[in-house]
């Protein structure tokens, strides 16, 4: 019998798996995914400008990164790594000016990464109360970004640290410049800085969705 309960032994096909995987959810972290929905993360995936592996090299090189910095850092400081299409932010924390550009090294040695912004403050580690707000404001900044019907908000990354707002993504100078207006509005914010890679409005014109076309089924014709 299914330590589960004689209930859910009996349940076969689909509909157990469901629920098997739902009574897991608090040990296997996987299956989150499953129950967000494959189809909806999908189309978070395909509405993004950067290409699928640029996707997943962007988690990559942040793993690598979050580890590397581990040893380097420690408790010295307080470093993020946000990566976009191989661009790389480091923000927060460090003791000194020569962490901080050990720190810049680490990271550029990572395989497959373009360029880094080294936004680092030599200063001591923010405060739980701080990063708290930052995160709050990371989440204003993105709502006011999808109230914008004028640009893509899946285009932009958001991070922000001791209330100065950084905005990665592929933008055209148009999106750029609106997005930045956005988030200089929501309250908290300090400062605002852009880290974009520009694209054109032609490439723009490639990303937005075509428009449905609707066949015409031909009236039929009767003969007397």
Known sequence: M???????SRLQGPLAKSLLCGALLVTLSGC????????????????DRRTFGA????????????????????????????????????SGEVRDQAMKDAVEREIRAIEGVVSVSNE???????????????????????????????ISANSFKVVTER???????????????????????????????KIFEYISEDEWKQYQPKPSSTATIPASTTQN
């Open 2 to 8: 299914s330590k589960f309960g004689p209930h859910l």
């Open 120 to 150: 680092l403050e030599i200063a001591g580690p923010a405060s739980y109360t701080s990063r708290s707000n930052d995160t709050l404001i990371t989440t204003k900044v993105k709502a006011s970004l999808v109230d914008m019907k004028d």
């Open 55 to 90: 996707q997943t090299e962007d988690k990559t090189i942040a793993v690598k990164g979050e580890i590397k910095l581990q040893n380097l850092v420690g408790d010295a400081g307080h470093v993020n790594v946000n990566s976009f299409n191989r661009r790389v932010l480091v």
């Open 32 to 47: 989150v995914e499953l129950v967000v929905g494959s189809a909806v993360m999908g189309t978070v995936a395909a509405s």
């Open 163 to 193: 209330g100065v707002v950084f905005l990665m993504g592929r933008v055209t100078q148009r999106e750029g410049q609106i997005s930045s207006d956005v988030a200089r509005g929501v309250s908290g914010v300090q400062k605002v800085v």
